[in-house]
């Protein structure tokens, strides 16, 4: 989608190698492309021709699959996952959860899925494989060698996260045009693990803005949650000292928090 040309400033964002801005038209990319070769050749780098390639529709990079439509993982990826043999040791449940955390965004309730494998890499925990075990491991097998293509995020949009919370974890999700950007979600800490539900829920709501916060600042975002007294959290007169923390993280963005019947969520 072409934008006007004083509106390219509004798309800027800020990485560690300076200020950049979104452009999105084949012009734009052509002077910038050349502006990089000829940065390359002042300064005496050269890339083989034979291995360079432009204007590709799809392409593989960091273990992922890009096109125009989002991201997917890399099906040389999925093929190792599916060959992955039960892990017999700590080291083996190690390397296989490194790989699924990785794709982690692509898996809904990831963190859920994967806490009867992660309890064993705990220390002085001895390793006892078990039924539960071997479910979560292939259960993760499974959702890892059937993930979702996730939309690319436009940032002139408006974005939706659902949150939910419970016992065993945080978890949310991002959406854009009804289709699903990221997943994210975690385990409790050994404290939270204390919390009333209302406290379970906003710290869910916490944990989305603050993963997902170079998207959101600057973007308006809807917050669907399955806790009703959410939505009043703005208008509450009497708040722990824990809520009042996070309710100034949460000013620091243009939302509105919604009640959405559990059955109903994402």
Known sequence: ????????????????????????????????????????????LY??????EFWLKKVALLGHVWTTEGASVDPEKIEAVSNWKTPRNVTEIRSFLGLAKYYRRFIENFSKIAKPMTELVKDKVSFAWNDEREKSFQCLKNKLTTTPVLTLPDLLKDFVIYCDASRQGLGCVLMQDNRVVSYASRQLRAHEEHYPTHDLELAAVVHALKIWRHYLLGNKCDIYTDHKSLKYIFTQSELNMRQRRWLELIKDYELEIHYHLEKQMW
């Open 47 to 52: 890339g083989k021709f034979s291995k360079c």
């Open 1 to 44: 989608m072409k934008i006007r040309e004083e509106d390219i400033p509004k798309t800027a964002f800020v990485t560690r190698y300076g200020h950049h801005e979104f452009t999105v038209t084949r012009e734009q990319h052509e002077k910038h492309l050349r502006a990089v070769l000829e940065k390359l050749r002042k300064n005496q």
